[in-house]
């Protein structure tokens, strides 16, 4: 049902079922009023009958989706519309028609000119209006040709306009589609994120307040609570990360990485990056906050802060551990220890980005990564 509800191809299938409709009912008149020029004038009422049979059952599978889902029926419109278009030898000699006599589908053969451009987009449209050209061509003689320019123009015409129109409100109904499941699912979130708030979170604080009050095991407990709070914190704060195209949501991938040790500081709006180069800065920051883990001391804390500047992204990676020094860093790539050179600065480099690292012994240490945005 939501599916429908976003298709925006809806009123082209409607305009070409009423098209359909009114043209097979401009042929019927055009038969009408040309009666007395028709060789064989009851070929001529077969042949209308059989387009109005058609009419009813393709207009009939245009208003169905399963009519609407794939090309079948399309490309069934336009086997009969060829055949239809054949049959005025039903009524009129070839060397009549070729001698100027009317094709009597008129402008009904381009009914599947317009139902390929729907279902399939601009090469659609020019297959189905190559298709009917070629067949009013072979009617007409190719002596003829420069005769049926103008019809051969209009159908081309229609084909791409259709086609380009029916490409765009597609793409339009997957991105609404999209907004809609987001929308759906951010409302979603702000539900779970209220009742987890005004229940879970709080009797976790109580737990995590009271076991450090009480201290001795209950400190164990209190920190699994503070554990389990920043967790579902961590939970409730993250968003969607993938968007249009290939770029992905920066804030989206670092946000899981905040535990108690770890806060990640991000914007309010998407920050937004090729999606190669948010999985190699994410990786970057992985290893700096591994090297925390493993160097800073065991009661170091970390911060992650991302920052949009317009045509570049910072990311700075903070710890207040026991820091070191410049030297202590170059010979540690000296000695094969690589975290540093190619986990972090090789990865930034490659990237085509720049890394500045600040620390002092007793200071802790600063990671900053910039990189482009496009």
């Given at each position: 049902m939501e599916r429908e509800t976003v298709d925006l191809l809806q009123p082209l299938w409607r305009a070409l079922v009423v098209f359909r409709l009114l043209t097979w009912a401009f042929a019927c008149f055009g038969v009408w009023t040309r009666w007395d020029g028709i060789v064989r004038p009851y070929g001529a009422v077969l042949q209308l009958a059989v387009m109005g049979v058609w009419t009813l059952i393709?207009?009939?599978?245009?208003?169905?989706?399963?009519?609407?889902?794939?090309?079948?029926?399309?490309?069934?419109?336009?086997?009969?519309?060829?055949?239809?278009m054949f049959a005025t030898l039903w009524a009129q000699p070839l060397l009549d028609i070729r001698a100027g006599a009317s094709v009597?589908?008129?402008v009904w053969a381009a009914g599947p000119v317009l139902a390929l451009a729907i279902s399939?987009?601009?090469?659609?449209?020019?297959?189905?209006?190559?298709?009917?050209?070629?067949?009013?061509?072979?009617?007409?003689?190719?002596?003829h040709a420069s005769k049926i320019l103008s019809n051969v123009q209009l159908l081309l015409v229609a084909g791409l306009v259709v086609g380009y129109a029916a490409s765009t409100l597609r793409q339009a109904g997957v991105r609404l589609r999209e907004a809609i499941a987001a929308e759906s699912a951010t409302a979603e979130r702000l539900r779970l994120s209220r009742s987890i708030h005004?229940?879970?979170?709080?009797?976790?604080a109580q737990v995590q307040r009271r076991g450090t009050a009480i201290g001795g095991e209950a400190t164990e407990l209190a920190q699994l609570a503070a554990e389990q709070e920043v967790a579902l914190r961590t939970l409730m704060s993250t968003r969607p990360t993938?968007?249009?195209?290939?770029r992905v949501d920066l804030c989206g991938l670092l946000l899981p990485l905040a535990t108690t040790r770890i806060d990640v500081v991000v914007p309010a709006a998407q920050v937004l990056l090729p999606a190669s180069t948010?999985?190699?800065?994410?990786?970057?920051?992985?290893?700096?906050l591994s090297n925390v883990a493993k160097h800073a001391g065991p009661d170091a804390r970390s911060w992650v802060v991302v920052?949009?500047?317009?045509?570049?992204?910072?990311?700075?990676i903070r710890d207040d551990g026991v820091g070191t020094t410049s030297a202590r860093l170059e010979q540690a790539r000296v000695n094969g220890h690589?975290?540093?050179?190619?986990?972090?600065?090789?990865?930034?480099?490659?990237?085509g980005g720049t890394v500045t690292v600040r620390t002092a012994p007793g200071e802790g240490t600063e990671w900053e990564l910039k990189v482009e945005v496009s």
């Amino acid at each position: 049902m939501e599916r429908e509800t976003v298709d925006l191809l809806q009123p082209l299938w409607r305009a070409l079922v009423v098209f359909r409709l009114l043209t097979w009912a401009f042929a019927c008149f055009g038969v009408w009023t040309r009666w007395d020029g028709i060789v064989r004038p009851y070929g001529a009422v077969l042949q209308l009958a059989v387009m109005g049979v058609w009419t009813l059952i393709s207009s009939y599978g245009y208003s169905r989706r399963w009519g609407r889902r794939n090309t079948r029926l399309a490309f069934a419109d336009l086997i009969v519309t060829v055949g239809c278009m054949f049959a005025t030898l039903w009524a009129q000699p070839l060397l009549d028609i070729r001698a100027g006599a009317s094709v009597l589908t008129s402008v009904w053969a381009a009914g599947p000119v317009l139902a390929l451009a729907i279902s399939r987009g601009r090469d659609g449209g020019l297959l189905g209006a190559s298709t009917i050209s070629l067949a009013l061509l072979s009617l007409r003689g190719v002596e003829h040709a420069s005769k049926i320019l103008s019809n051969v123009q209009l159908l081309l015409v229609a084909g791409l306009v259709v086609g380009y129109a029916a490409s765009t409100l597609r793409q339009a109904g997957v991105r609404l589609r999209e907004a809609i499941a987001a929308e759906s699912a951010t409302a979603e979130r702000l539900r779970l994120s209220r009742s987890i708030h005004d229940g879970v979170l709080q009797v976790l604080a109580q737990v995590q307040r009271r076991g450090t009050a009480i201290g001795g095991e209950a400190t164990e407990l209190a920190q699994l609570a503070a554990e389990q709070e920043v967790a579902l914190r961590t939970l409730m704060s993250t968003r969607p990360t993938v968007a249009s195209g290939d770029r992905v949501d920066l804030c989206g991938l670092l946000l899981p990485l905040a535990t108690t040790r770890i806060d990640v500081v991000v914007p309010a709006a998407q920050v937004l990056l090729p999606a190669s180069t948010a999985e190699e800065l994410v990786a970057a920051v992985k290893e700096a906050l591994s090297n925390v883990a493993k160097h800073a001391g065991p009661d170091a804390r970390s911060w992650v802060v991302v920052e949009d500047l317009g045509e570049e992204v910072a990311v700075s990676i903070r710890d207040d551990g026991v820091g070191t020094t410049s030297a202590r860093l170059e010979q540690a790539r000296v000695n094969g220890h690589l975290g540093v050179s190619q986990s972090i600065r090789g990865r930034i480099a490659d990237l085509g980005g720049t890394v500045t690292v600040r620390t002092a012994p007793g200071e802790g240490t600063e990671w900053e990564l910039k990189v482009e945005v496009s």
